[in-house]
């Protein structure tokens, strides 16, 4: 407990702290941007706007989530920090537990906080905000997955953070197909399915993700 604490705390202080604040930044600005700009897109018709802005909230936040990529596990793999903890006996699966709870709380909670003025801009209801605030919780962990498993995958490729984003769009689509989806039924059947979705997904990436890296390690 007091490695996994000390592991998290690091990846924290990576994530938030440094000249990496600003960059942690980047997904909630972008978020917000977005949530400015669709008005403008559409034009200011509140109906319009009440009606497909939590669709929006949640294409927003599948794009907010490809920004940090870049980020997670690279500079780490480049300096030979898995390698280190490969000697002292410390498992690829628990180092990417820690990144991947770290990585959620980067991004995760930040959105849903963003997600309330989003809100305000686009005419949401409350009844339909409290929908996309379950959904984004039960959805974020499973982008912060799908987001891990890739940045593993393509660590150490030339062009990998172009190729993460590619690859992330289209295995979120569930995500965003049950979590949107729930917005339109008005029940929490699609928040269930995207919670199962984002649970399985965070069971399998400390295993999909350590593979990654010792395969990259060993290439």
Same mark, same amino acid.
């Given at each position: 407990?007091?490695?996994?604490?000390?592991?998290?705390?690091?990846?924290?202080?990576?994530?938030?702290?440094?000249?990496?604040? *600003?960059?942690?930044?980047?997904?909630?600005?972008?978020?917000?941007?977005?949530?400015m700009?669709?008005?403008?897109?559409?034009?200011? /018709?509140? =109906?319009?706007?009440?009606?497909?802005g939590? *669709?929006?909230?949640? &294409?927003?936040?599948?794009?907010?989530?490809? %920004?940090?990529?870049?980020?997670?596990?690279?500079?780490?793999? =480049?300096?030979?920090?898995?390698?280190?903890?490969?000697?002292?006996?410390?498992?690829?699966?628990?180092? &990417? $537990? &820690?990144?991947?709870l770290?990585?959620?709380?980067?991004?995760?909670?930040?959105? +849903? !906080?963003?997600?309330?003025? /989003?809100a305000? %801009?686009?005419?949401?209801?409350?009844?339909?905000?409290? $929908? !996309?605030?379950?959904?984004?919780?039960?959805?974020?962990?499973?982008?912060?997955?799908?987001?891990?498993?890739?940045?593993?995958?393509t !660590?150490? +490729?030339?062009?990998?953070?172009?190729?993460?984003?590619?690859?992330?769009?289209?295995?979120?689509?569930?995500?965003?197909?049950?979590?949107? *989806?729930?917005?339109?039924?008005?029940?929490?059947?699609?928040?269930?399915?995207?919670?199962?979705?984002?649970?399985?997904?965070?069971?399998?990436?400390?295993?999909?993700?350590?593979?990654?890296?010792?395969?990259?390690r =060993?290439?």
């Amino acid at each position: 407990m007091n490695l996994f604490a000390a592991l998290l705390l690091r990846d924290l202080g990576q994530m938030f702290g440094g000249g990496r604040r *600003g960059a942690t930044l980047l997904p909630v600005l972008f978020f917000i941007a977005v949530a400015m700009l669709y008005p403008f897109a559409v034009g200011p /018709a509140p =109906e319009l706007l009440a009606r497909t802005g939590g *669709g929006v909230i949640w &294409v927003a936040a599948l794009l907010a989530s490809i %920004l940090p990529l870049d980020r997670l596990l690279q500079s780490d793999v =480049e300096r030979g920090f898995f390698d280190q903890l490969y000697l002292r006996g410390i498992s690829e699966e628990l180092v &990417v $537990t &820690v990144r991947l709870l770290a990585h959620w709380l980067s991004f995760g909670p930040p959105l +849903m !906080v963003a997600a309330i003025p /989003a809100a305000a %801009l686009l005419g949401i209801n409350g009844q339909t905000l409290r $929908t !996309v605030e379950l959904g984004l919780l039960a959805g974020t962990p499973g982008l912060a997955a799908i987001g891990l498993i890739i940045a593993a995958l393509t !660590v150490g +490729m030339r062009g990998g953070a172009a190729l993460s984003g590619l690859l992330l769009i289209p295995l979120a689509v569930p995500l965003l197909v049950f979590g949107a *989806g729930a917005l339109s039924t008005g029940g929490d059947s699609g928040i269930a399915l995207t919670a199962a979705i984002s649970l399985l997904l965070v069971a399998i990436t400390p295993f999909a993700g350590g593979a990654a890296i010792r395969a990259a390690r =060993e290439s």
